[in-house]
């Protein structure tokens, strides 16, 4: 993937984006699988972990010596984003900034932004013309009302530049020869992104938790979507 189609992918964030119309079926069918697999397992999970406001606490089912089960704090799950490929590769995302600024190649200055977004995102690295390492980029309106707001997949385009959507993923994988991959949050993605906090003053937060499957807008040689890509973790 070349720097300049990076800077393409980014700038293209604004715009609408077209999917083949078998993909929907494909991702549906991947979420069904994994939200099964979920769902098993927060059974098993529910016995022996419960959320409390502001944190998290273990619950252990043994009993005391004067019969009471007992209730352990422990601090909140660490911030990760991890991006799983359709072989069931994954990569952690490293070095994630969060900035009200755009983020550009590593090297480069940054354009200046307005206040009005926040933005998430791991390094853009290059070699050459090539992408070097995948990149993430979660952009966020900055908005005094409710949060926390959950969003649900695919997310509309905004209607251009000067009508930009309140939330938007990007994510561009190195592989999918020959030119890399990349996916956005459009349709025909699926799944959800939870916004916890979003502002720019007195510092930049973007607090988040998601769990999508992203659609590809590429096509490959022979004319087929590039494979999707699942983005899942939390930000705090």
């Keep these: 993937?070349?720097?300049?189609?990076?800077?393409?992918?980014?700038?293209?964030?604004?715009?609408?984006?077209?999917?083949?119309?078998?993909?929907?079926?494909r991702i549906e069918k991947r979420m069904t699988t994994r939200r099964r697999g979920r769902l098993m397992g927060a059974g098993v999970a529910a016995a022996a972990v419960v959320a409390v406001a502001g944190g998290y606490a273990a619950v252990s089912m043994g009993s005391s010596?004067?019969?009471?089960?007992?209730?352990?704090?422990?601090?909140?799950?660490?911030?990760?984003?991890?991006?799983?490929?359709?072989?069931?590769s994954t990569y952690e995302f490293q070095g994630l900034t969060i900035?009200?600024?755009?983020?550009?190649?590593?090297?480069?200055?940054?354009?200046v932004g307005d206040g009005s977004r926040?933005?998430?995102?791991?390094?853009i690295r290059v070699e050459g013309e090539l992408l070097s390492e995948p990149f993430v980029l979660i952009e966020a309106?900055?908005?005094?009302?409710?949060?926390?707001r959950t969003?649900?997949?695919?997310?509309?385009?905004g209607g251009g530049s000067k009508n930009l959507p309140p939330l938007t993923v990007f994510m561009a994988d190195t592989e999918g020869a020959p030119d890399g991959n990349e996916v956005v949050s459009s349709a025909p993605s699926t799944g959800t992104l939870t916004i916890t906090r979003a502002a720019c003053a007195p510092t930049p937060v973007l607090e988040l938790e998601v769990d999508a499957t992203l659609a590809s807008e590429?096509?490959?040689?022979?004319?087929?979507?590039?494979?999707?890509?699942?983005l899942e973790g939390v930000v705090r």
């Design 1 to 25: 993937m070349t720097e300049e189609q990076i800077r393409d992918g980014y700038e293209r964030l604004d715009t609408a984006l077209h999917a083949p119309h078998d993909a929907l079926d």
């Design 65 to 88: 010596d004067d019969g009471r089960g007992g209730l352990v704090a422990v601090d909140p799950p660490p911030s990760a984003l991890v991006m799983t490929r359709p072989d069931g």
């Design 99 to 111: 900035s009200c600024d755009p983020p550009a190649p590593v090297g480069e200055q940054a354009r």
């Design 118 to 123: 926040v933005y998430l995102s791991s390094p």
């Design 141 to 148: 309106a900055v908005d005094a009302g409710e949060q926390p």
């Design 151 to 157: 969003f649900t997949l695919p997310l509309g385009d």
């Design 218 to 230: 590429e096509q490959t040689e022979d004319g087929q979507a590039k494979q999707s890509l699942v």
